[in-house]
T-cell receptor, first 113, second 114 residues
C-alpha cells in the first residue's frame, strides 16, 4: 500500500521552461511535506517543505503547492536548468509521528540544454 | 544544515557476513534515522536511533537483523547482519534538529551482497 505516490517516473523539460513534479498521497492525517533532490551516488538533498496550514511555499526557483482536498502536492521549478537534472522525491509525515516520513518512488527529471 | 558523513561509502560483502555502517554528524542533533533504498525503490525508514537507549524499529525491521547503536548525539552505527543478496541496497542516515521537521541525509553506503 503506497501511501505516497509519484506517478510519473520520468520527465523531460527544455532548459528555461517550467518543470512540474507531482505527488499524491492517500492519508489525510499527513500534515507536513518535504521535497528532496537526489543525484547519483549522493544522498538526498532537502529542497523545500510545506505545512498543511499553507497551500504554497516558495524558495527561489522552487515553489511547492499543496491541495489538501485533492491530497496532491506539486513542485514547480522555474526556470529549469540542466543542473536540476536529478531524481526528485516527495515525502509526507504526520500520520504516526512527527519525524516519520514516507517517501514517494521518485521522478527522474531531465532538463535538456 | 549539519554535515553528515558515512563510512564506508560502498562495500561488496559475501552472503552470511555482517557489515557495520557508521554515521558521523559535525554537530549535536536530536534525531538520527536509518533508511534503506533498494534498487529502483523509494526510501524506507528502518529505525530511529535513540541516544542512550534501544532504537525504535519500523514494521518489517528487527533488531537482530539491523542492530543500531547511538552512543552520543553526533554518532550512530547500523549493522546489517547475516547478509543475503536481498540486503543489497543503499543505506542512508539522516538527522533532524530539535523542533525541526526537515531531515538531512548523509551520502549513503552502497552495499552489494554476493
Amino acid at each position: 500500500d503506497q501511501q505516497v505516490k509519484q506517478n510519473s517516473p520520468s520527465l523531460s523539460v527544455q532548459e528555461g521552461r517550467i518543470s512540474i513534479l507531482n505527488c499524491d498521497y492517500t492519508n489525510s492525517m499527513f500534515d507536513y511535506f518535504l521535497w528532496y533532490k537526489k543525484y547519483p551516488a549522493e544522498g538526498p538533498t532537502f529542497l523545500i517543505s510545506i505545512s498543511s496550514i499553507k497551500d504554497k511555499n516558495e524558495d527561489g526557483r522552487f515553489t511547492v503547492f499543496l491541495n489538501k482536498s485533492a491530497k496532491h502536492l506539486s513542485l514547480h521549478i522555474v526556470p529549469s536548468q540542466p543542473g536540476d537534472s536529478a531524481v526528485y522525491f516527495c515525502a509526507a509525515s504526520g500520520a504516526s509521528g512527527t519525524y516519520k516520513y514516507i517517501f514517494g518512488t521518485g521522478t527522474r527529471l531531465k532538463v535538456l540544454a | 544544515s549539519a554535515v553528515i558523513s558515512q563510512k564506508p561509502s560502498r562495500d561488496i560483502c559475501q552472503r552470511g557476513t555482517s557489515l557495520t555502517i557508521q554515521c558521523q554528524v559535525d554537530s549535536q542533533v536530536t534525531m538520527m534515522f536509518w533508511y534503506r533504498q533498494q534498487p529502483g525503490q523509494s526510501l524506507t525508514l528502518i529505525a530511529t536511533a535513540n541516544q542512550g537507549s534501544e532504537a525504535t524499529y519500523e514494521s518489517g525491521f528487527v533488531i537482530d537483523k539491523f542492530p543500531i547503536s547511538r552512543p552520543n548525539l553526533t554518532f550512530s552505527t547500523l549493522t546489517v547482519s547475516n547478509m543475503s543478496p536481498e540486503d543489497s541496497s543503499i543505506y542512508l542516515c539522516s538527522v533532524s534538529g530539535q523542533g525541526s521537521y526537515e531531515q538531512y541525509f548523509g551520502p549513503g553506503t552502497r552495499l552489494t551482497v554476493t
